[in-house]
């Protein structure tokens, strides 16, 4: 360094080797750069995923206590309640791709709609305040699943894009960051119906 503010200060070229070295070093700080913000991003998506898995137990937990409520009022309903245990049981195993959970959790709420229509079919199963008691708590914890649905796949659309994106997708190829998969849940098949007025 001491050469080369010397070679300024007398007015004398760069030495070749310096111009090198220079370029090297910012190199090598634009790597390590985009190589931590990929691992940043991943980590990111990683940590929202947990979110949607934790409001995702919620609704597990809550199920069985909604189908209690609605035996109660149409014991003879028995296939409906059975399909949505066999899809929570499917949702709860899960799996490893965010695809196939999502292909599940789908079809669990769609089971979980159709036991909350019932209400509409049983006047006092409606009226019954502990049923809309756990109606209301399911819907919020819906709501809940959807903002750590958005949280998760706006970090996903960030990897994404840094995985897919010139020069950054250079360093994701060499070091094997891949993209993820965002977690898709059908706005139709989402919504829980509301009770009645």
């Known amino acids: 360094m001491r050469d080369f503010i010397e070679a300024a200060g007398r007015g004398g070229g760069v030495e070749p080797w310096m111009v090198i070295l220079g370029i090297g070093l910012l190199v090598m700080l634009w790597l390590g750069g985009t190589y931590n913000g990929l691992v940043r991003l991943r980590q990111h998506t990683v940590e929202s995923w947990s979110g949607i898995d934790t409001e ?11 189908i209690e ?23 709860m195993r899960g799996g490893n791709a965010v695809k196939d959970r999502a292909e599940k959790e789908n079809a669990l709420t769609r ?10 079919s049983y006047p006092d199963l409606k009226a019954s305040k502990h049923f809309a008691d756990l109606h209301d708590e399911l819907t919020n914890t819906e709501d ?21 994106a010139f020069p950054s997708n250079v360093i994701a ?25």
Do not use: W
């Open 111 to 120: 089971g979980v709609g159709r036991i909350v229509a019932l209400a509409e």
């Open 56 to 66: 995702l137990k919620r609704r597990y937990d809550l199920i069985p206590n909604i």
């Open 173 to 197: 190829g060499m070091f094997g960051f891949k993209k993820a998969d965002y977690f898709e849940i059908q706005s139709s098949e989402r919504a829980v119906p509301k009770l009645p007025e």
């Open 144 to 164: 809940r699943i959807q903002a750590a649905r958005r949280f998760y796949n706006a970090n996903v659309r960030d990897l994404n894009t840094r995985c897919e």
């Open 69 to 91: 409520v609605c035996k109660g009022y149409a014991a003879h309903e028995k296939e409906v309640f059975e399909r949505v245990v066999q899809a929570r049981n499917e949702a």
